[in-house]
């Protein structure tokens, strides 16, 4: 892969622990990180062997590309860290695991998941509207499976709880071509300005 302007060289994919009902999931999770993996990006996730995360981490070795896992000692002993990573950090709490897998990010896609996979994209969020860091934040609406929150986000920003500007930093995306079409072309915001575009 050629060099890009935005630099992105690590993208987080958080996704669920558990496979969903779906095959289309699953299958999902095996082509986005061959995709990943084809543009010259590395993974960073969650460092777990269940579900799509699990099917994540397969395909990208399967692949040939480099990820990287971050865990808590605790979900290792329950998730069982995936033996096959290039790299596996085992840390204390689950703040040290998100904080350092923002570390070690430039981006975010996110597959479908339950609240630990709401709960991370929407701090990214948060950090992105604060002006902590500026990354492309890629909701991949599977199957619609995201449909009813893009909803919300907009009911929030009608509502007045949420600017404008942020609900536009939640990409919501139904390909994963048109998502990895977001990570090359996306254009990192000053983030000194984070507190004028609140009023957006």
Request: proline content about 2%.
């Amino acid at each position: 892969m050629s060099q890009l302007s935005n630099n992105i060289k690590n993208i987080c994919v958080f996704a669920g622990s558990s496979l969903g009902n779906r095959e289309i999931y699953s299958e999902s999770a095996k082509l986005l990180a061959k995709e990943i993996v084809s543009n010259g990006y590395n993974i960073v996730f969650g460092g777990g062997s269940n579900g799509l995360m699990g099917i994540l981490a397969d395909s990208a070795i399967e692949n040939q590309g480099y990820i990287i896992g971050v865990i808590t000692e605790r979900l290792d002993d329950i998730e069982v860290g995936h033996p096959g990573l290039n790299e596996l950090v085992v840390v204390d709490t689950m703040h040290a695991r998100k904080k350092l897998m923002a570390e070690k990010s430039d981006a975010i896609i996110c597959l479908p998941g339950g609240v630990g996979t709401w709960e991370e994209f929407f701090e990214s969020l948060t950090w992105n509207q604060l002006g902590i860091q500026s990354k492309p934040i890629v909701i991949l609406n599977i199957e619609n499976y995201y449909a009813t929150l893009k909803e919300f986000v907009n009911h929030a920003v009608t509502e007045g709880f949420l600017p404008n500007s942020t609900s536009k930093e939640l990409l919501f995306i139904d390909t994963i071509e048109e998502a990895m079409d977001e990570i090359k072309n996306f254009v990192p915001k000053d983030k000194s300005t984070w507190y004028k575009r609140l009023k957006d």
